[in-house]
């Protein structure tokens, strides 16, 4: 069971910018692809952002997102990034770590985190 704690979220103006971390409990951390996905109020969950397990490092982002959004992995800390700059008020969403299988430009989730809160005023 891989338990997966985020944090950094926050209240930031348009044009700002935030770091949102995951943390993970599980040691084979390395093993996994990790990702980033976000919901909006009466919005589905969609993707934002993954990883492809260590040493591969592959990377993929929603159309939405690339070119302001950075996912990165510090195997050595159990840690996902999520860089987040040039923040828009459509970013406003729970924003939620998972683990789990890379398939070729996602991850399919095994676990999730409790997610984190991110709200861009305009």
């Known amino acids: 069971q891989v338990q997966l704690v985020e944090s950094g979220g926050g209240l930031v103006q348009t044009g700002g910018s935030l770091t949102l971390s995951c943390a993970a409990s599980?040691?084979?951390?390395?093993?996994?692809?990790m990702g980033w996905f976000r919901q909006a109020p009466g919005k589905e969950r969609e993707f934002v952002a993954a990883?492809?397990?260590?040493?591969?490092?592959?990377?993929y982002y929603a159309e939405s997102v690339k070119g302001r959004f950075t996912i990165s992995r510090d195997n050595a800390k159990n840690t996902v990034y999520l860089q987040m700059n040039s923040l828009k008020p459509d970013d406003t969403a729970v924003y939620y770590c998972?683990?789990?299988?890379?398939?070729?430009?996602?991850?399919?989730?095994?676990?999730w985190g409790q997610g984190t809160q991110v709200t861009v005023s305009s």
């Open positions: 599980e040691r084979t951390f390395g093993s996994y692809g």
């Open positions: 998972a683990a789990g299988v890379w398939v070729k430009i996602t991850i399919i989730p095994s676990y």
């Open positions: 990883v492809s397990w260590s040493g591969s490092d592959r990377t």
